[in-house]
């Protein structure tokens, strides 16, 4: 009799963006003329830069052509497209990182989920409260929790609150715990960490043993010059940490699909007879074994982002999503409403107005300006209160729900 | 102190295709002028089908224009295709399989190994020898299994042994077992199943409460009329049976990454508390918070293989590579060497001739005739004496292969 993984049924059933989905078309429904603009997920709008294009219909090209047609390529990615991340993102950068450290993907949030398949069942795991749902619902999946309280949260995992008293960067745990998600830029609250902030996570990981998990799917977003974009810039982090890297929101591949993760060949773990065993190999096993590689075409997609066409098209793209955030910023601050983050992130993170909770204000901004954003307590219990809206839109959508806000909570 | 998945130090370190590459490599070099031929790996070598081609450069376009831009899709794979494979891989052959039942993938290599996720960890684990690696190794992984045995073979698992006395179809077992790989047209054999035998194997399961994981990979090879091509052309497979199929084999999609997993609204496995849980909610929970997607690039390629030029040049790439396969036939016959599959399949099963071990074969090819295949025994113990040629080359290689091992062993 073939049994299920029961601890799938320990995951809520409610989902943050479905409950949205049903009530934005509740909403729809009863306004049929309304004209709704969504500031809520993190999906991209522009098109893909032209130098990205022109790769991959070059690619199409070569894989209906005997000559250059391409078959399984490396599990691992093409060397070319390895050296041109390492040269680009971390030599450039100072980061001592080599190719053969770099596992092309289809994404990030798959890495984030699979990575933990080369990790023991015992490790003790910490997330941020708020926090990207993806790292808690793969280690549920993974049986890695207990059941969920009332409050939401699961048992087991370790919950480390961040708010604007301690700037959206959570303070480091006093009790030792093995597995450390930290995202930065932060989704969902668009908050940056110091250089200072994480040396003192690496320096904690280092003499715990532990391991951090660090999405820098938004790095790209970062603006001042003092603020890291990879962890691997922070001294001993070689030692203790992988990284997460996406080309989703830099160059728009949320569609076209294709990502990376950095696992140094320095990083160990520990074995059950308690020796020390490189995770490199394990990861490497795991990806030769139950990956088949990103598309050729995409990942010469993904090369033309390092070209110098590509590169000029890339910093366009961020700057105009970090020209949408500047204004969300500013008009809201200019209504009275609190705002964090959208300075080096395509993310705002909203204090909601009088005291509303998170939904309240999801259902006012909903009904009175026909705007959809995402509610902060979907997130984590700690997000009760604040509000995200996402720079990802056109300039005139953004101008006008920036608008509508004014207009309906100016005081 | 963060552990590792201690299951992974239960792999054997020596693969069968690096041992290949190393033999191949060591050649090479004391004999660089040796004229290599490959029928080694199942990797196909003719450039995709032109509908494929016209269709992602169209995609390509769309992807560069704001209006027809895509950003994340649906995780489980975009309607359009989902309901053309419908149609005409099921529909068409008189199964019973909805569009929201298919699962777009990158892989059937991946969906092999990440369908585990959704099971027990107390199951027993059927699978035949020889046998597709990955079904092995990636239950190794997930802790299914004891250590590795001297012969090679798993503790726990169960091996049901494939040859020529059986057809290279396995007996049904005595014992219960609740997860059975099977694979047709077979991966290393060539064999293909009869309506009669898919028969015994889903009333077995029915009558178990055990899954058949069903790898369809090569059904486009199926010449044979009365052979079923999909699982679901059984009777009662609805309730016992998850199948993968996959576009790398018939439209040459092995580099540019697309497949499909099916599971039935209706197959269930039993939770902990002993309640009937069915599977496909868990499998779209499994690829909505682990997977994103496939590009929609690729996916409007594979759309394109359902067009009528897309048919007719699938068609034509298949006929290619079985008439390789008949040429190996014939010629190995010929030769007085046993040959089984290459009919209905990609792959021939070569008797290893004079009682050589399936390395010595190896060898044996490599250095007489300077041909590469893959020693029958790396599939499993009972595969030693067994060696597997692809049919996946130019005609004027498969035929310079056939007359140099005609001219080395003919009798």
Not at 173 to 193: E, K, S
Not at 355 to 362: A, E, N, Q, R
Request: negative net charge; glycine residues 10%.
């Amino acid at each position: 009799m073939a049994t299920i993984n029961d601890n799938y049924l320990k995951l809520k059933a409610g989902y943050l963006f479905p409950e949205i989905a049903r009530r934005v078309n509740t909403f729809v429904e009863a306004n049929p003329d309304a004209d709704i603009i969504k500031l809520g997920i993190g999906d991209v709008t522009e098109p893909l830069p032209q130098a990205c294009c022109q790769a991959m219909i070059k690619a199409v090209e070569d894989m209906g052509d005997r000559a250059t047609f391409k078959g399984y390529g490396p599990e691992q990615g093409y060397g070319w497209l390895r050296e041109k991340i390492v040269a680009h993102d971390f030599q450039a950068r100072g980061c001592q990182v080599e190719a053969s450290e770099i596992f092309i993907s289809d994404g990030s949030k798959c890495d984030c989920g699979n990575i933990l398949d080369i990790f023991g069942k015992n490790n003790t795991i910490a997330v941020t409260d708020p926090v990207y749902p993806v790292y808690v619902d793969t280690n549920v999946m993974a049986g890695h929790t207990g059941p969920a309280k009332d409050n939401g949260e699961y048992q087991g995992l370790v919950y480390l609150p961040i708010n604007a008293e301690n700037r959206f960067t959570a303070e480091i745990p006093r009790q030792p715990v093995d597995l450390i998600y930290l995202c930065f830029p932060n989704n969902p609250t668009g908050a940056v960490a110091s250089k200072e902030h994480l040396q003192a996570w690496v320096d904690y990981a280092r003499q715990h043993g532990s391991i951090l998990l660090f999405d820098a799917a938004y790095e790209a977003f970062i603006a001042d010059p003092a603020i890291p974009h990879s962890i691997y810039e922070i001294e001993g982090a070689r030692d203790c940490a992988i990284e997460f890297r996406s080309f989703s929101k830099n160059a728009g591949f949320t569609g076209t699909r294709c990502a990376f993760t950095v696992v140094p060949k320095s990083l160990k773990g520990k074995a059950a007879d308690g020796s020390d065993v490189p995770l490199h190999p394990l990861w490497n096993r795991r990806q030769s074994t139950k990956f088949n590689g990103v598309s050729y075409i995409v990942q010469r997609g993904a090369e033309a982002v390092y070209s110098e066409a590509g590169q000029a098209q890339v910093k366009e793209l961020v700057r105009f999503y970090l020209d949408n955030a500047g204004i969300i910023r500013a008009q809201l601050t200019a209504a009275g409403i609190g705002v964090y983050g959208g300075v080096n992130a395509p993310y705002v993170w909203v204090k909601t107005p009088k005291g509303l909770s998170s939904w309240d204000f999801f259902d006012k901004l909903l009904h009175t300006c026909n705007v959809v954003g995402t509610p902060g307590s979907g997130f984590g219990a700690a997000g009760e209160g604040y509000f995200r809206l996402s720079a990802f839109n056109s300039r005139e959508q953004v101008n006008e729900a920036m608008a509508r806000i004014t207009r309906a909570f100016s005081v």
